[in-house]
């Protein structure tokens, strides 16, 4: 048993020092994601679940010998996880500053404490109804979920969710829900999209689906309650790189074959932990990442095709019209590079005359928005709130 408690001790101290530092090595990549997200953003339970498996081996008679020194990692470990929390309460703080210049007017009502309390609660929301599996075009893969208010009322703003996933994996069904839920639960009608999918698919298949499903949008908004003509992006990782690509090219011919006279712009983007320039992304990335980039989601070499890469990063289309942004980071992401993200929002800001904001989530990684943790609350608060100024200001320009 003492051997136990060590080895225990061992795995809570390595876990949080990840959580604080995390690995970026490439053979440790997937793995100390995966160790730091869900420690980070779900720290109250694994303390609470360290606290009850340490006691019980504790009473089982593992303080003895090594077991003392595993106890001494273990409290080392807690130590850290309080460092993780505390970081995450300041995530307050960050969002406030950030929506302070913001004028949405009548205060939202906050998260449900509820959700994040018991994160298995985020797939319903009272006053809201999911509308699943709706068809927007011809291929089967082209299905999007509608949220929405239960009550009716006058046509409200619409806003499409884009799931990440590395272009190659990801659905509808696992991101972007409590988000959705707490903006449909405001007056929002959400669209959260599936597209088709590398590597059967190669880029801009994926933008020109979010096109299509922008055109259904346009021909459907009213039958679920929604304003056609007052549609928002956002997304997260690699749907955060599409949803800044829907922003920032709407209208483009090329993106919107046999539709092309359709109206795709959107009147603002909140993209989460994007990549923003697949240039400097393969400049930094080690050998296999690009390799997989090259073959498997833009289907040439960028060697032989530069043009291509350029066109499928953001950065490269930003423009004085671009439409008001709110790009959204967490410091600590170890698979999207933060400075591409600070990077992006300074040009917008220099380029663009509409709003362009830039939250930095300390101590958060990638993807900490999944699940309702107690920094996810408090972003989307902070993201309902910069879309509803939006759509205030909007309204008191046009009367």
């Not at 082209?142 to 046509?155: E, W």
């Not at 509808?172 to 409590?178: L, N, T």
């Not at 993106?255 to 320039?277: C, H, I, K, L, N």
């Not at 410091?331 to 300074?346: G, K, N």
Request: net charge neutral; with cysteine.
């Amino acid at each position: 048993m003492p051997y136990v408690l060590l080895a225990s001790g061992l795995l809570a101290l390595l876990t949080t020092v990840n959580a604080i530092r995390p690995r970026h090595s490439l053979l440790l990549l997937v793995a100390g994601f995966f160790a730091a997200w869900l420690t980070i953003e779900l720290a109250p339970w694994v303390l609470a679940l360290e606290v009850v498996a340490t006691a019980l081996l504790a009473a089982g008679g593992g303080l003895s010998g090594f077991g003392w020194l595993g106890l001494a990692a273990t409290a080392i470990g807690w130590v850290g996880l309080a460092v993780v929390m505390v970081r995450a309460l300041r995530t307050t703080l960050t969002v406030r500053e950030w929506t302070a210049e913001l004028d949405p007017g009548e205060q939202a009502p906050a998260f449900p404490l509820s959700h994040v309390a018991l994160p298995f609660l985020m797939t319903r929301r009272r006053g809201v109804t999911r509308v699943r599996d709706l068809a927007y075009g011809d291929d089967p893969r082209l299905r999007l979920d509608v949220y929405k208010p239960t009550s009716p009322g006058a046509l409200r703003p619409g806003i499409m969710e884009v799931h990440g996933g590395a272009w190659t994996i990801g659905s509808k069904r696992e991101q972007g829900i409590p988000l959705l839920n707490h903006l449909a639960a405001n007056g929002w009608v959400g669209l959260n999209v599936d597209y088709r999918l590398s590597p059967r698919a190669k880029f801009p298949d994926h933008l020109v689906d979010l096109k299509r499903a922008i055109a259904w949008y346009r021909s459907h908004a009213e039958e679920h309650g929604a304003d056609p003509s007052f549609l928002c992006v956002t997304g997260g990782s690699a749907g955060g790189h599409l949803a800044a690509l829907v922003a920032l090219t709407a209208n483009v011919p090329e993106y919107q074959p046999g539709f092309e006279d359709v109206d795709t712009s959107v009147r603002a983007a909140v993209p989460f932990y994007g990549v923003y320039d697949l240039r400097a992304l393969l400049d930094g990335a080690p050998g296999v990442f690009a390799s997989f980039l090259e073959r498997h989601v833009m289907g040439v070499r960028r060697a032989e095709d530069p043009e291509a890469y350029a066109k499928a990063s953001p950065e490269h289309w930003i423009r004085e019209d671009a439409p008001p942004f709110l790009v959204v980071h967490g410091d600590l992401d170890t698979l999207a590079p933060v400075a591409q993200a600070r990077t992006f929002a300074e040009h917008l800001r220099e380029r663009s005359a509409a709003p362009a904001l830039y939250a930095e989530m300390k101590g958060a990684q990638h993807a900490f928005d999944i699940f309702p943790s107690y920094r996810s609350a408090r972003v989307i608060e902070g993201t309902e709130r910069f879309l509803t100024s939006v759509r205030q200001a909007e309204r008191r320009q046009t009367t």
